[in-house]
Nanobody, 127 residues
Framework: QVDVVESGGGSVQSGGSLRLSCTLS????????TGWFRQVPGKEREGVAG????????YYVDSVKGRFFISQDSAQMTIYLQMNNLKPEDTAMYYC????????????????????WGQGTQVSVSS
């Protein structure tokens, strides 16, 4: 089993920043898809940012382009999401996820493509 451990969520005011971290308990090979999702009550889980592990070619949903940045430290098996200029509409539970096998990544992110999920970390942005 690959455990996914997230941290970095919290409460900030509009315009603030947070950095989410996601560490995988077991190594995964390059060409595994990783990403960040978010979800609010009553809405479907939304893919926010994605990155093929071992790659530097990120994907971002339009609403976060220019504000959010996904990166990775492959040696430490950690994926980061830097969130800048946060807005109240960014308030959600954020989930880190990794695919269970090597595959081509599908953008926008599809939740069913990912086998390993973190427990979620809450991000709350007030005006």
């Amino acid at each position: 089993q690959v455990d996914v451990v997230e941290s970095g969520g919290g409460s900030v005011q509009s315009g603030g920043s947070l950095r989410l971290s996601c560490t995988l308990s077991q190594p995964i090979s390059s060409n595994h898809c990783t990403g960040w999702f978010r979800q609010v009550p009553g809405k479907e889980r939304e893919g926010v940012a994605g990155l093929l592990f071992g790659s530097k070619q990120p994907y971002y949903v339009d609403s976060v382009k220019g504000r959010f940045f996904i990166s990775q430290d492959s040696a430490q098996m950690t994926i980061y999401l830097q969130m800048n200029n946060l807005k109240p509409e960014d308030t959600a539970m954020y989930y880190c996820a990794a695919a269970g096998s090597r595959r081509s990544c599908t953008w926008p992110l599809v939740p069913s493509d990912y086998a390993h999920w973190g427990q979620g970390t809450q991000v709350s942005v007030s005006s």
